[in-house]
């Protein structure tokens, strides 16, 4: 087959077999293309559309404008980021008759069948230009309905996140939707570009961004939170002094209710606030972070107040770059109590705030607008479960070369998951679908969870991360009693409706039992251990192919049969998951021998389909399928560990050495290239009986998730099994 790249763009060409610094180039490969960038935080107003449960927005048009009469059109404008050019998949179903424009050019236009049956999903295929795409939808009220629902059509894998057009509502997420019209303002070939509708005259826009005039006489708190008595809110900004030097800065103003502000977690005031009074403190240079703990009275909220220097109002602004509000203040409440703990704990977008059975989380002052998290990032901060084996590989890279660096920044990633769990699940509660973390809240397959879940207890160590026991328990609680299983306990895959209805797969091994082994280390708790122990029997019954001594990918139960195409990484995610039991198992285990046996059947098998090159195949029996980097990989991290732990034959374990090290040597040659990009990983997968899907359908690509992370825990236990063998020696 072709070569992914020249053999003098081969890391092995620069480096040979100096592994700690090939390893440490693909590490730093890896985040260079990744930057370590937070969430973004947007005002999100509840007036927009929602998302229904299957991730698309529910754009009914019925309630929105109630008033709206038979034949009068609406239409709804987006806008959505994409990172690069290339094809993506929308979903639409009609309430009406609709028309979808991308880019100013008709995607879709609704037939008679679409538009009376709201039931029928419609595909559609569409292209996305790098940067932001603008989405019109035309709609039009008939008897059966006004508006429709819109958005991804791979609701886990690609979420899609649209947001506000127009230079008022920047950084706003959600669509905006029109007023009902008699007449189609736009005719059928040419809409409009979105920042020509801005001034357009007769059209208004909503969600509305002011309150009316009565609300506006009002101060913030009362109209956010009504004229409530004896509750506590919290406001929140940031002030700024640019002057040279430090300077004096004076809190002016009055309240009925006892007032605290803190500067930079400092408290400077507490009491109730008198025209007469002027609380003073210095201000040095720069931005601070300002937090006002306010209580209303028996009339309510009743205050007003102004930080000023040298007689001058200072400069506010929102605090954490959020974005899509022009007003200074986030605010939470109201409570009926004050919190008991820092201000530095309260300045916080990362958390849900408690208290007794109600929750909390930050508002701006526009009508029903909070503050809501949203993941701009290609990888950094995600969830899913190729990222999973990821970052356990860049955990080990950093503890093997000792680089903190690369430690801290896969442990990063975790956290930046963990710590915003509770508020995903909340946020789903309350706008239909979560806007970050969405897989794992949803979590109804093994995909979802066990992978990363792994990684998350793998770095529990260095993380020290307080979040993650509860989340841990939620996945350990969904694998034990909510994941599908049948009758002899392994995991399968219900899928109603789906391809992949009534499945068992060789990838399962690698999603569940990682997680267990490692939850089973946390708590102590054998059944975790046990349970892990005796999926691989049951896997071994439904998968084995005797002939060969390796697995097939799938069993397929609306056939009664296994697919019998032994794909490459499915293979690779048993032999490496069997390491990592075997690693942790007691010696004593009831079931150890028999473990260590389905070990050795498989080591036999996959050294024996071993390609030329050094490198095992896409589809491990066919030599004509190309040449994979991941499965290659987990075969030599898999026979790696058995000769560094003894599990192999020993009339096996030179043979399993020179295995090892030719894996290794092959795909620093025809894997790695130079600037550490991992090439020949084959894509995510669906399963089929013929062998040409996996070889032609299932492309090789370059430096996808499912295999540099297993690229580095290869070359690490290659690193180990060379030290090893030489302190033996």
């Given at each position: ?33 990744n ?37 009068q ?51 559609i ?11 019109c939808?035309?709609?039009?009220k008939?008897?059966?309905g ?30 905006i ?13 040419h ?130 770059g ?140 260095d ?114 998951s ?12 009831v ?8 070990y ?65 040597e092959?795909l ?62």
């Amino acid at each position: 087959m072709k070569p992914y790249f020249d053999e003098q763009e081969s890391i092995y060409s620069k480096l040979y077999d100096r592994t700690d610094e090939i390893l440490e180039i693909v590490a730093n490969a890896y985040i260079g293309r990744n930057p370590a960038l937070p969430l973004e935080f947007r005002s999100f107003s509840r007036e927009g559309f929602l998302k229904k449960n299957n991730g698309r927005y529910d754009m009914n048009l019925e309630e929105k404008l109630p008033e709206a009469k038979l034949g009068q059109y609406a239409y709804v404008f987006g806008l959505l980021w994409s990172n690069h050019d290339g094809w993506t998949d929308f979903g639409v179903s009609c309430y009406g008759p609709t028309a979808v424009y991308l880019n100013r050019e008709i995607l879709f236009k609704s037939d008679i069948h679409e538009e009376a049956n709201p039931k029928v999903s419609k595909g559609i295929r569409a292209k996305l230009q790098k940067g932001w795409n603008s989405v019109c939808i035309k709609f039009v009220k008939t008897g059966s309905g006004f508006g429709g629902i819109f958005g991804t059509q791979h609701t886990k894998w690609n979420p899609m996140e649209f947001m506000s057009p127009f230079q008022e509502r920047k950084g706003q997420a959600g669509w905006i939707y029109s007023d009902a019209m008699d007449a189609d303002c736009f005719s059928e070939e040419h809409i409009p570009e979105y920042t020509g509708l801005e001034e357009q005259s007769g059209m208004v826009w909503h969600p509305g961004l002011s309150w009316d005039i009565e609300q506006m006489k009002l101060n913030p708190c009362t109209r956010i939170f009504g004229n409530t008595p004896h509750k506590v809110a919290y406001l929140w900004s940031e002030l700024s002094h640019s002057s040279a030097g430090s300077k004096v800065c004076s809190l002016k103003g009055s309240s009925t209710g006892k007032l605290r502000v803190w500067l930079d977690g400092s408290e400077v005031f507490s009491g109730a606030l008198k025209t007469s009074d002027m609380a003073e403190f210095k201000l040095e240079p720069g931005k601070h972070e300002v937090l006002v703990e306010l209580c209303s009275s028996e009339n309510g909220w009743e205050y007003g107040f102004d930080f000023i220097i040298d007689g001058e109002n200072v400069a506010l602004s929102i605090p954490r770059g959020v974005k899509g509000s022009r007003e200074p203040w986030l605010y939470l409440g109201p409570f009926d109590k004050q919190l008991e703990e820092s201000a530095d704990s309260i300045c916080s977008l990362y958390r849900l705030f408690e208290q007794g059975d109600s929750q909390y989380f930050w508002r701006v002052d526009r009508p029903d607008t909070w503050v809501r998290p949203y993941l701009d990032n290609t990888l950094f901060a995600k969830w899913n479960y190729p990222l999973g084996v990821t970052l356990y590989g860049l955990l080990q890279t950093g503890r093997f070369l000792q680089k903190q660096g690369i430690l801290d920044y896969a442990v990063n990633h975790i956290t930046e998951c963990t710590r915003i769990y509770k508020y995903a699940k909340w946020d789903a509660e309350q706008y239909g679908y979560p806007s970050v973390n969405n897989q794992l809240v949803e979590m109804d397959m093994l995909d979802d969870c066990g992978s990363f879940g792994s990684a998350v207890l793998e770095a529990y160590s260095d993380s020290h991360d307080p979040h993650t026991p509860y989340l841990v328990e939620q996945i350990a609680n969904h694998m034990e009693y909510k994941q599908e299983r049948l009758e002899d306990g392994a995991f399968f895959r219900i899928c109603l409706n789906s391809f992949q209805e009534n499945t068992l797969w060789a990838d399962d091994l690698y999603m569940s039992t990682p997680f267990l082994i490692r939850y089973y280390r946390l708590t102590g708790e054998a059944k975790y251990l046990d349970d892990a122990a005796r999926q691989f029997n049951r896997f071994k019954k439904y998968l084995f192919i005797p002939e060969f001594k390796i697995m097939s990918h799938v069993y397929d139960f609306k056939h009664n049969k296994p697919t019998n195409v032994p794909w490459g990484r499915g293979n690779g995610w048993v032999f490496f998951s069997l390491s990592e039991l075997l690693e942790v198992m007691p010696e004593t285990h009831v079931e150890r021998e028999e473990l260590l046996t389905f070990y050795n059947e498989l080591a036999v098998g996959y050294m024996a389909l071993q390609g030329t090159s050094g490198l095992w195949h896409q589809v491990l029996t066919h030599p004509d399928s190309y040449e994979e980097t991941s499965c290659t990989s987990m075969f030599v991290y898999g026979l790696s560990r058995g000769v560094r732990h003894g599990w192999i034959r020993e009339d096996m374990k030179s043979k399993a050495v020179k295995a090892v090290n030719r894996g290794w040597e092959a795909l620093t040659k025809y894997g790695i290239d130079r600037f550490g990009n991992v090439h020949g990983v084959c894509r995510g997968s669906g399963y089929s009986f013929t062998p040409e899907y996996y070889k032609v359908e299932l492309n090789a690509l370059t430096n996808d998730t499912h295999g540099i992370g297993i690229v580095l825990l290869a070359g690490i236990e290659t690193g180990k099994l060379s030290k090893w063998l030489k302190q033996k020696n």
